[in-house]
């Protein structure tokens, strides 16, 4: 494996599981050095940090922190560990991945309120500003600066039960364009991965998952889901220097699930 990435150093929001870990598995099998933020329990730490020393068997350095990464008080912490574990060096890459919101219909018993979509809407869409912003205010960019997030067909397909979270992307999407726009003079570019359904904890979370992934395989050319392996090839090629000329975009990665 090509260490390309080597010296860079990258930070993953959501890092543990899903797409971030993939990401991190291929980020690391290159070379990149990365700041992890994830939420876990007591029992669930053995088996993460069994996680964990896969990416550090790559030979890189790693920084994990146990917090909520979409808290704005543990931002202002974070960034001082990060300042601390980088030293001299820069951010490359910010990789929002936070999975963290309601899934309650509309109708019904249990149904969303006022609270759960501004939770949802500030842990899944605006907490990428709130990292960008506190990035750039400290310093820690580098020239040039990679900001990729995970959207998903939702943000415009409506689904029972998906309501906060669809808000949510879509208000990460348009962050994403306002940041591509914004923050071009500092050599920033920012897209969002529309990752095609994907068979990970946060699906299964999904009211009728396994029905959305019997229709996924059906509207799939390939006849299959999306691996996170797929995403994360996508998420190393945004890191890559050539992709300077590639922002503001919602990049679609699901072996053309979206077409049909």
């Known amino acids: 494996m090509v260490k390309d990435l080597k010296d860079q150093y990258g930070i993953i929001l959501g890092g543990s ?7 991190a598995l291929k980020l690391a099998a290159h070379g990149m050095n990365l700041i992890i933020l994830y939420r876990a329990s007591r029992l669930q730490q053995p088996y993460i940090e069994d996680k964990f020393q896969s990416l550090r068997n790559h030979g890189i350095d790693l920084l994990v922190l146990n917090i909520d990464a979409a808290r704005e008080e543990n931002i202002t912490k974070a960034i001082t560990d990060i300042k601390s ?4 060096h820069k951010v490359n890459l910010l990789l929002h991945s936070i999975s963290k919101g309601n ?3 509309m109708t019904g018993n249990q149904v969303l309120n ?17 990292w960008v912003a506190q990035l750039y205010d400290t310093k820690l960019f580098a020239k040039p600066a990679r900001v990729i997030s995970f959207t998903s067909e939702g943000s415009r ?32 570019t920012a897209n969002c991965i529309q990752a095609g359904v994907t068979d990970t904890e946060s699906l299964k979370r999904i009211p009728g998952y396994e029905e959305l992934k019997g229709a996924s395989l059906k509207r799939n050319p390939y006849s299959r889901l999306t691996d996170p392996k797929d995403v994360a090839d996508a998420v ?8 300077q000329w590639i922002t503001g975009n919602v990049i679609k ?8």
Not at 114 to 130: A, E, K, N, R, W
Not at 253 to 260: A, K, N, P, R, T
């Open 114 to 130: 006022t609270g759960d979509f501004q939770q949802t809407v500030h842990s899944m869409g605006i907490s990428l500003y709130s």
């Open 85 to 88: 574990f980088i030293n001299t």
């Open 17 to 23: 599981s899903g797409l971030g870990y993939a990401s």
């Open 236 to 243: 190393y090629l945004l890191a890559r220097s050539e992709s």
């Open 253 to 260: 990665v699901d072996g053309g699930e979206s077409l049909q």
């Open 103 to 105: 899934l309650k219909p």
């Open 157 to 188: 397909k409506p689904m029972i039960g998906y309501a906060a979270v669809s808000a949510a992307k879509s208000v990460l999407e348009s962050i994403t364009r306002s940041i591509a726009l914004e923050f071009a003079r500092e050599q920033i």
